[in-house]
């Protein structure tokens, strides 16, 4: 997606060899406009795809998913949560995380009243790296019932790894721009996409 791969020359930062930092438009100042086009090249990859739910993690894929969600004919958004809280059901799929910006491993948690089994669902984040937190939703998506469709993801950073492990297993991952590099500071796109 060239606008996207524009803007993250643009804005952005490189931190150490394997941190992309684009919080200026992605995750943490969001520009409206880019995620709406995001929402248009998932929507144009998974058409022939019957998508039911969208399910994402929060709290940066929660914007995300509402806005992509858009494209699919309002879909319910559902996010996993990172947090027990007394407002979570107690009965709940849950999976264990580990976290390559935080160097710990989180719960992830969703009510089994919003995933129900035969539910057609697109799963959507703003980075893939090792691919854990995709794998954490897959785990939920099965315990479910449900069926895994498709997996968007606007920043895949291929040098990581966690795309071509779920595309060798048959996912359709959309990754609309893969990082392959990003040795001193110097960030270096996947060509085929
Ligand atoms: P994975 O589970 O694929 O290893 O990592 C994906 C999650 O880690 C994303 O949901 C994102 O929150 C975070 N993440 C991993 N690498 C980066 C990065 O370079 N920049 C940002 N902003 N988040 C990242």
């Given at each position: 997606?060239?606008?996207?791969?524009?803007?993250?020359?643009?804005?952005?930062?490189?931190?150490?060899?394997?941190?992309?930092?684009?919080?200026?438009?992605?995750?943490?100042?969001?520009?409206?406009?880019?995620?709406?086009?995001?929402?248009?090249?998932?929507?144009?990859?998974?058409?022939?795809?019957?998508?039911?739910?969208?399910?994402?993690?929060?709290?940066?894929?929660?914007?995300?998913?509402?806005?992509?969600?858009?494209?699919?004919?309002?879909?319910?958004?559902?996010?996993?949560?990172?947090?027990?809280?007394?407002?979570?059901?107690?009965?709940?799929y849950?999976?264990?995380?580990?976290?390559?910006?935080?160097?710990?491993?989180?719960?992830?948690?969703v009510?089994?009243?919003?995933?129900?089994?035969?539910?057609?669902?697109?799963?959507?984040?703003?980075?893939?790296?090792?691919?854990?937190?995709?794998?954490?939703?897959?785990?939920i998506?099965?315990q479910?019932?449900?069926?895994?469709?498709?997996?968007?993801?606007?920043?895949?950073?291929?040098?990581?790894?966690?795309?071509?492990?779920?595309?060798?297993?048959?996912?359709?991952?959309?990754?609309?721009?893969?990082?392959?590099?990003?040795?001193?500071?110097?960030?270096?796109?996947?060509?085929?996409?």
């Amino acid at each position: 997606m060239e606008i996207l791969k524009k803007r993250i020359l643009e804005d952005g930062i490189v931190i150490g060899d394997d941190i992309l930092k684009v919080d200026s438009f992605l995750n943490h100042q969001i520009d409206v406009d880019l995620y709406n086009e995001i929402g248009k090249e998932f929507k144009a990859h998974f058409k022939n795809k019957k998508i039911d739910k969208i399910l994402t993690i929060e709290a940066s894929g929660i914007g995300l998913a509402c806005v992509v969600s858009q494209h699919f004919g309002c879909v319910p958004v559902v996010f996993a949560k990172k947090t027990e809280s007394l407002n979570l059901d107690k009965d709940i799929y849950h999976s264990e995380v580990y976290s390559f910006t935080k160097k710990k491993s989180y719960k992830v948690m969703v009510s089994k009243r919003y995933l129900n089994p035969d539910e057609n669902i697109l799963v959507i984040d703003d980075f893939l790296a090792n691919g854990k937190a995709i794998i954490g939703l897959e785990s939920i998506i099965n315990q479910a019932g449900a069926k895994l469709q498709g997996v968007g993801i606007v920043v895949e950073k291929g040098f990581q790894g966690g795309g071509d492990e779920l595309r060798n297993r048959g996912i359709d991952l959309k990754s609309l721009a893969i990082v392959d590099s990003m040795k001193n500071g110097k960030i270096v796109f996947r060509e085929e996409i």
